[in-house]
């Protein structure tokens, strides 16, 4: 059983991974649920394990928390939605690449909800949509921007921290920092895409998808092995 927990008020960052760290240590001793947790931070930048100095452009900006995500540099703020995915992966498969495939999927699947498309590219972890109404970059390749950021850390393999989707962030807010250490691209949102969507919608939309593009636990891994092994 997954239970969903929705915080109506901003929750401080460092307030946010001291309950995950309590969290992911219930789970896996089998006290607790696994979780699905909806929130919004105040604006911060966080740097992920494979975060480079450099692209930290503003330090001042917004307070700077490092990470122990896979990952780089991520911004959240007040009108995005973050998803803090606290689940058991010894019982929904040990495979980190085909957990963080199935998490994109979910995304995937969320954002074609409302009609968008959502895209994955090749040594970019995250999701993309293509912007053919604006200018190509320099070398002709289409713009694509980032809609939607992932990000975990497995301790025991049970997984946190999670994902990121743009509903109505300050877009000028990612200026301080290079998203993710890709350049070229942009950054978007379901509203600067001309979807007036609201979180309460997204929400809807993520408990709609989750069944489906999610691995689905095993009552038992010990007594199915290659169950506990396998890709979703």
Known sequence: MVEWIVSPEQVPYEVAVAEMERRVA??????EDEAIWLLEHPPLYTAGTSARIEDLKD???????????????????????VVYVMLDLNRRGRDVRAFVEALERWVIATLDTFNVRGETRPGRVGVWVQRPELAALPDGTPRE??????????????????????????????AGIVPCGITGHGVTSLVDLGLPVTMAD???????????????PVADPVADPIHARAAP
């Not at 219930?26 to 006290?31: C, E, T």
């Not at 809609?147 to 807010?173: D, M, Q, T």
């Not at 997204?202 to 689905?216: C, G, I």
């Open 26 to 31: 219930a789970i896996h001793a089998g006290k």
């Open 59 to 81: 330090p001042e900006r917004f307070p700077v928390f490092e990470s122990k995500r896979g990952g780089q540099y991520t911004y959240h703020g007040p009108g995005q939605r």
């Open 145 to 174: 921007d980032k809609i939607a950021a992932i990000g975990i850390r497995l301790r025991k393999w049970v997984s946190f921290h999670g994902i990121s989707i743009n509903v109505e962030p300050e877009l000028e807010h990612f």
């Open 202 to 216: 997204l929400d809807v939309a993520l408990r709609s998808t989750f069944k489906d593009t999610l691995p689905t």
